[in-house]
Every structure is written in structure tokens, then in C-alpha cells.
């Protein structure tokens, strides 16, 4: 009896154990996956914004519900565990790759735009990164506030206010565009206004920035913008009229201006200032560093890429200046002992490099460089390419508020390069200067003191000058369009620039806006721009 008693146990026993045995292996066996799906698959967002994407699996029960994810740009938008957020506008594809079976990857499309808001009236605070502004009205950043324009704003100016007058942005207090590289601070009209006869026909033209603080701590800086398309024709309710410093008629509104009571600094650096029906940079007060910009199709029958005037300190240094209509430089102490009790204006200028100018201007006036009215400058190591005169400087050696440059200035140590082109304008051809072979050029302002040292062109190509990428003997004087391909880097230069040792100390070397100091390189005894 116990025998058999201890025989059923031992079978129910391997009875049990087969079956918990069966069922484990049930339990155990993997489920593969079959679909997999990702919701949504489009979407658009604007920088900062972030999004939630959902996967489902099927069947449910699968086994191994693990996701890599992927994102296609990060600079766009990042992703993490299904999180999208949002960085700057562009594109992204946004890949979740299920562990399981990665053939069965799925994929969501994301957009990314600026944000969008309008300005009229007063502005101050921040304008952030990523932003369009469509600006309705007048602006005006108040005395005593600051306006800090980030990243990749985009400021879109309707190009008249309700009363018909071009619209400005008046800079009482302080303001600071601070863009990059890669995401400039842009200043504009609507996107299809963007056209160069709209510069020649002054239509749909904004009317510029003006800096207007008599505080002798404001501050002004523009790096890495792009400033485009203004040039709108001043009327009486012009707020540059209503101040008293242009005049209803006769001006026209300039990309950048510091008035005749603006005792403040300003910095323009790693700038694009293009496309103006006038200047490019219009100084009547304060001090200023412009160094590292593209200036280009600056002035539509008049107008310099940086003209300055007197109550003016300032250093204009690793410049490119692409066809100008008058001068790539004008430089005059004019309005000196005015009512704004403005002084003598003084400027630097080294290492700037000055192409096709005064092409587009009618008569003898422009070319490249002018110095006037007891203004006093140094002015070395420039580089001219295909200008239509050599530096003038009217009345040399008399100097007064209404004559000629100071006597101790220096304009010298520069270098005029000329190619085979030739101007095919009937006023040229009126004028016998169709060619740029600058020393056969004659003119009644060029003097004696004047480039004594400065490597002048007397033919065509005759200085063995190259450049990385710039069609120098088929480029059309008088084509205003710059183009982003060109690189003006030297190749090939003659000798003959200066260290500028005894020449940098006229003007203050840096100013501090924001916090931080700005300064231009020093001069290098190389012409034009930095190899």
C-alpha cells in the first residue's frame, strides 16, 4: 500500500511539473512586432515651442516596445524619448526606429517659423530670437530705454506710415542687434519689394535707423545684420524732418544715421548694408567702429557706402565696398562750429577695399575716396578696384571749415588697381573716363600731397593684381548687384602698404557697447581686406 501510495505521488508530481513547465514556455515565447506607427507625422511649430509624438505598436503586447530616436537637423529641432523641441526656424525629419524591427522606422516632418508680431509706435525690451516684426508705424525706442534685438529677427517695414512719410526707426535711447553668422538680424521690406529698381525708382523704401541720443552714454550696436532697402523720400512728417536733421524734398532716408545732437557710440561689425537709395552710413555726431561689412548698390544718384561730417571720431577699417554711386568714402568735417556745437570731424581709414565705385554717378564728382572742409583723416592701405577717380581731396593745403582737409592729414600708401574694362555709358564716353587707368585720369581735385607713395595703375592689369573669386575684367562698372560668390581676398598684390604705426592714433581704437569692448584689427601692411 505505501508502494503504491508513493507511486501516484511521484506521477502527479511529474504531472505538475510538466504542466508548469508547458506553461512557462507559453509565457516566455517573444511577440513579435508587426506595425508600428508614429502620430502625428506633420507639424509645424515656432522656436521654443515642444511637442509630444506618439508611437503605437502592434500587436500590443510585444515584446520589446524600446524607440531610438532621430532627429534629421538638431540645429532645428531636438528629440528625446518623443520630445520634439523646437529651435530655430528650417526643417527637420524626426525618425522613431523601433528596437524590434527597425525596417519598420517611421518618420514626422516638422517646420519650424519664425513668430510673429507687429511694432508701432514705442519700442523697447527684447525682441526675440526668431521673431518677424511687421512694423505698421512710426517707431521710436524712447530716451532712457533699450530695444536688444536677438538672433534671426527678421523686422519687416510696411514702407509708409498712414500720413504717406517712409518709416523710420528713431533710436532715442539705446539699442543692440545682436545676430550671427549663420542668423543675422535682418532689416527689410516685404518679400516682394525686395528688387533693385525699387531702389532706382525710390518706391516701397522704408526710411531708415536713426540715432538720435544726446546722451553721451548711448549705445548703438549692429553686428551680423543685414540692412536693406531703405531710402524712402523725407516729408514734412518725416520724423527726421520733425527733429530738424533732413529736410522735407531734398533728403532721403540713409540705412544707418547719427544726428547732428547724437553724442553716443555706435558699432557696425560683420554687417551687410545694401540696396539704399542714399548712404550707407550717414555720421553727423558721436563716435563709431565700422569694420568687417559688405556694403553694396549703395545710392541710387547720389550717395556713399560712409559719409561722415564734422562732431565725428570714427574708424572705418576691413570694409568692402561694392559699387557705390558717388564714393566708397566721403569724409568732411562739414557743419563744424554749427549750432549743435558740433567740432572737428576726424576719421581713420585703413584696409578697406573699394570696388566698381562712382560708375553710377553722373558728372566728375565720386570714384572712391573725397576729403574735405578741414576734416582730419588717415587714410592708407585702401584698396581701389575699378573706380572711376583716384582719391580727391579739393582745396589741400588751405584748410578751414569750408576748404580743404586739415593740413595733417595723410592720404597715402594705397593702391588703385585697374583691368581692361570699360565703362560703355554715354557719359563717359562724353567725359573720355570709359577706362579706369587712374593716372591718366585728370581731375581738378587731385593734389600733389595726395598718394606720393600709393601704387597707381597705368594700364590694364598691369599691377599683377588677382583675387580669389571676382571677374575683374568682365564685371560691368556699373552693375550695383553684389554677388555672395565674389571673394575679394587677394591672391596677388604689389608691395608698398605701411604698418601704420605713426598713423592710428587720431581717433580713440575701440569703444565699449554692451559691456564689451569693439575694436577694429590693426592696420596690416597688406592693401584691402585680410588674407
Known amino acids: 500500500m505505501k508502494k503504491f501510495l508513493f507511486f501516484m505521488m511521484t506521477a502527479v508530481a511529474v504531472m505538475t511539473t510538466t504542466a508548469l513547465s508547458s506553461c512557462s514556455d507559453d509565457d516566455e515565447k517573444e511577440v513579435a512586432l508587426s506595425k508600428f506607427t508614429v502620430d502625428p507625422t506633420a507639424t509645424t511649430l515656432t522656436p521654443g515651442d515642444v511637442t509630444q509624438v506618439n508611437v503605437q505598436f502592434f500587436p500590443e503586447n510585444v515584446s520589446d516596445k524600446s524607440v531610438v530616436w532621430t532627429s534629421s537637423d538638431e540645429n532645428v529641432a531636438t528629440v528625446s524619448n518623443g520630445t520634439v523641441t523646437a529651435l530655430k526656424p528650417g526643417n527637420a525629419i524626426i525618425t522613431a526606429t523601433p ?16 513668430k510673429a508680431m507687429t511694432a508701432n509706435g514705442e519700442v523697447s525690451g527684447v525682441w526675440e530670437a526668431y521673431s518677424t516684426v511687421t512694423v505698421t508705424g512710426q517707431i521710436r525706442v524712447p530716451e532712457g530705454k533699450s530695444l536688444t534685438i536677438e538672433r534671426g529677427v527678421e523686422v519687416v517695414f510696411n514702407s509708409t506710415d498712414a500720413s504717406g512719410a517712409g518709416i523710420e526707426l528713431t533710436v532715442d535711447g539705446n539699442i543692440y ?22 531702389v532706382t525708382d525710390c518706391r516701397n523704401l522704408w526710411g531708415g535707423i536713426m540715432l538720435n541720443s544726446r546722451d553721451a552714454q548711448a549705445e548703438a550696436l549692429f553686428s551680423h545684420c543685414v540692412i536693406e532697402y531703405a531710402g524712402s523720400a523725407m516729408t514734412e512728417a518725416s520724423p527726421s524732418v520733425v527733429a530738424g536733421i533732413y529736410t522735407a524734398g531734398e533728403d532721403y532716408g540713409v540705412q544707418i544715421t547719427t544726428g547732428p545732437s547724437f553724442k553716443g557710440s555706435l558699432v557696425v561689425t560683420d554687417c551687410v548694408i545694401r540696396n539704399g537709395f542714399a548712404d550707407g552710413i550717414y555720421m553727423q555726431g558721436g563716435k563709431a567702429v565700422i569694420t568687417r561689412n559688405v556694403f553694396s548698390g549703395n545710392g541710387a544718384t547720389g550717395g556713399e557706402a560712409v559719409n561722415v561730417k564734422a562732431g565725428t571720431s570714427t574708424v572705418v577699417a576691413y570694409n568692402v565696398m561694392y559699387s557705390p554711386n558717388t564714393n566708397g568714402l566721403k569724409l568732411s568735417s562739414s557743419g563744424q562750429d554749427d549750432a549743435a556745437g558740433r567740432g572737428q570731424a576726424r576719421c581713420l581709414a585703413y584696409n578697406n577695399t573699394i570696388v566698381n565705385a562712382g560708375w553710377r554717378r553722373d558728372g566728375t564728382k565720386g570714384g572712391c575716396i573725397y576729403v574735405e572742409k578741414n576734416i582730419l583723416v588717415n587714410v592708407f592701405n585702401n584698396l581701389m578696384v575699378n573706380c572711376k577717380y583716384r582719391a580727391q581731396a579739393p582745396k589741400w593745403g588751405t584748410p578751414g571749415v569750408a576748404d580743404g582737409c586739415d593740413e595733417k592729414s595723410v592720404i597715402d600708401y594705397n ?18 573716363t570709359t577706362v579706369p587707368y587712374l593716372n591718366y585720369v585728370t581731375n581738378k581735385n587731385y593734389a600733389d600731397a595726395v598718394d606720393a607713395h600709393s601704387k597707381i595703375a597705368k594700364g590694364a592689369n598691369d599691377l599683377g593684381v588677382a583675387f580669389a573669386n571676382y571677374p575683374l575684367d568682365t564685371n560691368p562698372l556699373n552693375n550695383a548687384l553684389f554677388d555672395n560668390a565674389w571673394d575679394f581676398t587677394a591672391q596677388s598684390l604689389p608691395d608698398g602698404a605701411t604698418d601704420g604705426a605713426t598713423l592710428t592714433s587720431i581717433v580713440a581704437a575701440s569703444l565699449t557697447v554692451g559691456g564689451k569692448e569693439y575694436k577694429a584689427d590693426a592696420p596690416q601692411k597688406f592693401f584691402g581686406a585680410k588674407k
Request: proline share 5%; glycine share 2%; aromatic share 6%.
Open 177 to 198: 542687434c545682436e545676430g550671427t553668422a549663420e542668423d543675422p538680424v535682418t532689416f527689410t521690406v516685404p518679400a516682394t519689394e525686395r528688387v533693385f529698381s525699387n
Open 415 to 432: 593702391c588703385y588697381v585697374a583691368s581692361s574694362i570699360v565703362s560703355t555709358l554715354q557719359q563717359d564716353i562724353d567725359d573720355k
Open 99 to 114: 528596437t524590434a524591427n527597425p525596417a519598420l522606422a517611421k518618420t514626422m516632418s516638422v517646420a519650424v517659423a519664425n
